[in-house]
Structure formats: structure tokens, C-alpha cells
């Protein structure tokens, strides 16, 4: 009987590969305990077994990973957070459900998270990238004895402190914005810097134009909704730093006026240029990228580019676009006062504190950091070094790497790490792991590689430790 189940068991490559796997690596037991029907009376006993054995062993021990300047560095994971990783990586992974359920991409895994908080995270981020650079750029002017005279390090921390958050839920607001009626999942992309030499008329309706009018909108009233912010955040100052009453008329309607002006202002910037930027985006072929890391790599230094450009533009359309809308609303509402260094130092703001919350909100590369790297790991959901956890575990054979992508050695292995990962977290609902949707891009190479499979016995023994 014992026999029987083992060699049934063992009929399949993918367990012939774990048994071969564990058993070589220790030292204890030898693989006649898999004869014991007590431990193990059914197949699925023995199947299970070998499943759960496998990644503990294949941690125990410890490669030397290579490093630059020809020194090796180790990699030491305790195999219980280890399981508990991949455990949380099996298990959302098959919940995207636009994806072959098999792809560990690594600008998709912030995506789990709940949209609630990529929310949190992303006003969080955008909060920083516009507090951060306000404090330098003013304490810059201070020390030069070009800001205001008056104006201590104290109003300049409380400048940040105001202006930040209201920057935050402005970013906030178009991310939750995109993800309610569009998307928020970026792929790795990058930005041609010139116009591809075709006429203007034929690309109306295509993708440049229709990518330009999607943005447009949510930008623009992200934009208002941060001129609005900047406004309450101006008498917000006033009333702190010198006492004016915020329930005085002349302060309301200077704070109206204001809001208008500046929304106007900072929504027409910014939705033209992050609309531009968006129209000249061109997805990198994901297809043709040799490794994950590879596509990381181009990726982070396409969003360096962006920031590059980004900078300048939103300087001077917001600090050239001020000194318009003034001018222009200035026979309406009355005097208003945009001086030129007002306008720069605004314009420096804007140009800093918008590329930088574009780069890490809105781009591939930006939520990798923000919440694969940064959220993830707080929430101990997974490693500090990501990267190198993914690129540790190709190396001990619990994934494999398929162009740009990586994928568990077997669905039968994702399966068991998943299924681990949900009996220690009751609230999780199953994941139903089906194939991608024929018409997605990944239909093809889900039934390319299917047939693969088929021929090679249903599992892959490459990369095998």
C-alpha cells in the first residue's frame, strides 16, 4: 500500500524534483519516512508533505549571491517569514485577475493592497515630495536674503507643514480619481521627447490624444483642488504667524478670491503638462526585456528623464501661467499680486514637489518604491530588499523567470504557499486561479507556455538548485 501511494506520488516530475530536493539536503531522515502510511496513508499526505518540505529546505541553506567588487554577500532569511512572503505573494498574485495568474511582476505587486491604502500611501508620498523641497527651496531664499525679511525658520516649517498635506490630498484626490473610473495600474514606460514626424491629423483619436484627454480631467481637478488647498493654507498661515482673524470678511473673500486664482492656476499647469507627458508615454516591450531586474533598471532611469523634464516645465508654465491669470482675472476680482520672485519661488515648488510625487505615484518604478519597497515592508508583508528577495528565491529554484517577469516553480506550488498563507489569515477570501482572459496579452503566452508544459511532463526543471 505504502509502495503503491509513493510510487503514484512520485509519477509526476514536479514531485520527483521536491523528494529529490529535500532529501538530498538533510541530514536527518532519509526518504523511507515516505513509506510510513501512519504519517502519510494517502497520496495527497505524501503530496502535501513534499510541498511543505521544500521551501524550508531549499533556506536552509545559504548561497553566496554576487555582488559588485567581486565580494559575495549572504543571504540569510528565517524559513518561517520566508514561507509567509511567498505565501502573501501566491496568494495576491492570483487575485489580478488582468493578469496571467502565474506573473510575479514586480511593478503589480503594490496592487494587492487594498485601494484604501495605496490612497493613504500616495497622499503620504506626495505630502513629503512637496513639504520636503518647499523647506529647502525657502531656507535657500532665506539664507540668500531673497524671501521675506520677517520670515523666520519657524513660518518656513509652517509653510511646509500646511502647503504639504494640501499638495498630498490634491495627488490624492487624481489617484483615487484614475483608479475609481480608470486605472492605476502603470506599467513600465517611457517618454519620447520628440513627436514621431507624422502628420498631426492622423494621430487625432489615437493612442497620444486619447491617453491626453483621459489625464486631462482628473489632473485638472486635482490642480484645483490643490490651488484651493494653497489658498486655505495661505490664511490658514495668516491667522498663525500674525493673528488675522479667519472669520473676518475681508479675509473670506480674499481666501475665495484666491482659491479661484490659484486653482485656476495650478489646474491648468499641471493638467497640461502632466497631460502632454502622458500623451508621449510609450509602454516598454515588456515581451522583449530579458530579466526583471533588466526592465527595473530601464524603467527607473526612464522616470529619471521624466523628472528631468518635468521640473522646468512645471516651473515655468505655473510661475509664466500666475502671471497670465492675474492679469487676466485682474479687471475682474481686482488688484492681485503675482511679483516675479513670488511666481518662481511658487513655480520652484510646484516644478520640484509635482515631478517628484508624479515619479513615485504615477509611474511603474514610483509605486514599486512606494509600496512594495516602502509600505509593504513597514506592514512586514515583505522584505526590505524586495528585489533581492525575488532574485534570491530564482536562485534557490522556489521561482523561475520568464522574460520580465517571475513565476513559482509550479502552480501546484503556488497553490500550497497560497492556500498556507490564507489558513493564517482568516479574512482572506479564496483565489480563484484561472487562465487570463483570451483577449488579454498574456492569453498567448499562457497557452505557448501550457503546451510547453504538456510536452515537458507539466512542469519546468530548469533552474533546478
Known amino acids: 500500500m505504502a509502495s503503491r501511494n509513493l510510487t503514484r506520488v ?17 541530514s536527518g531522515t532519509g526518504p523511507k519516512e515516505l513509506l510510513n502510511t501512519t504519517r502519510f496513508p494517502t497520496e495527497h499526505a505524501l503530496e502535501d508533505h513534499l510541498l511543505a518540505s521544500f521551501v524550508p529546505t531549499v533556506y ?17 532569511h528565517d524559513p518561517d517569514r520566508v514561507q509567509y512572503w511567498l505565501g502573501y505573494l501566491a496568494h495576491h498574485v492570483a487575485r489580478l485577475e488582468d493578469l496571467d495568474q502565474r506573473d510575479l511582476a514586480w511593478w503589480r505587486i503594490g496592487d494587492a493592497l487594498r485601494r484604501s491604502t495605496r490612497i493613504i500611501a500616495v497622499v503620504l508620498t506626495c505630502t ?24 523666520g525658520i519657524g513660518t518656513v516649517i509652517l509653510e511646509g507643514a500646511l502647503f504639504g498635506p494640501a499638495a498630498g490630498l490634491a495627488f490624492g484626490s487624481v489617484y483615487w480619481l484614475m483608479s475609481r473610473f480608470g486605472t492605476t495600474a502603470f506599467t513600465p514606460a517611457h517618454v519620447r521627447l520628440r513627436l514621431p514626424g507624422v502628420r498631426i491629423r492622423a494621430r487625432v483619436g489615437g493612442r497620444p490624444m486619447r491617453t491626453f484627454t483621459g489625464r486631462f480631467g482628473p489632473v485638472l481637478l486635482g490642480g484645483s ?5 494653497f489658498a486655505l493654507a495661505v490664511a490658514l498661515e495668516h491667522a498663525l504667524v ?46 522583449t526585456a530579458a530579466t526583471p531586474a533588466g526592465l527595473l533598471a530601464v524603467n527607473r532611469q526612464a522616470v529619471g528623464r521624466q523628472v528631468l523634464v518635468l521640473v522646468p516645465a512645471l516651473t515655468l508654465t505655473i510661475a509664466l501661467g500666475g502671471h497670465l491669470v492675474t492679469g487676466l482675472l485682474r479687471n475682474i476680482l481686482g488688484p492681485l499680486n503675482w511679483t516675479p520672485s513670488a511666481g518662481l519661488f511658487i513655480g520652484a515648488v510646484g516644478g520640484l514637489g509635482g515631478a517628484f ?11 514599486w ?37 517571475y513565476q513559482f516553480r509550479h502552480s501546484r506550488l503556488q497553490h500550497h504557499l497560497a492556500d498556507s498563507f490564507r489558513r493564517h489569515h482568516r479574512g482572506y477570501t479564496p483565489a480563484k486561479f484561472t487562465a487570463p482572459p483570451p483577449t488579454h496579452p498574456a492569453a498567448a503566452a ?20
Open 225 to 229: 483642488v490643490m490651488g484651493a488647498g
Open 357 to 367: 510625487s508624479y515619479a513615485l505615484a504615477f509611474t511603474a518604478w514610483g509605486q
Open 446 to 465: 499562457h497557452r505557448a507556455d501550457a503546451a510547453r508544459k504538456r510536452e515537458d511532463g507539466a512542469v519546468t526543471q530548469t533552474d533546478t538548485p
Open 128 to 151: 513629503l515630495s512637496v513639504t520636503v523641497p518647499l523647506w529647502l527651496i525657502a531656507l535657500i531664499a532665506l539664507g540668500l536674503g531673497l524671501g521675506d525679511s520677517a520670515a
Open 242 to 287: 500674525k493673528g488675522t482673524p479667519l472669520t473676518s470678511g475681508t479675509v473670506i473673500e480674499g481666501t475665495l478670491v484666491n482659491m479661484l486664482a490659484f486653482g485656476l492656476i495650478f489646474g491648468s499647469a499641471t493638467a497640461l503638462v502632466f497631460g502632454l507627458i502622458a500623451a508621449l508615454e510609450t509602454p516598454l516591450d515588456i515581451a
Open 10 to 26: 512520485l509519477n509526476t516530475p514536479l514531485m520527483v524534483v521536491l523528494a529529490r530536493t529535500i532529501y538530498s539536503e538533510t
Open 60 to 76: 536552509r541553506r545559504t548561497p553566496v549571491r554576487a555582488v559588485s567588487g567581486g565580494h559575495g554577500r549572504r543571504d540569510d
Open 369 to 405: 518604491i512606494v509600496l512594495t519597497r516602502v509600505w509593504l515592508p513597514l506592514t512586514g508583508e515583505l522584505p526590505w530588499n524586495t528585489a533581492a528577495f525575488l532574485d534570491d528565491a530564482y536562485r534557490r529554484g522556489v521561482l523561475r523567470q520568464t522574460g520580465a517577469v
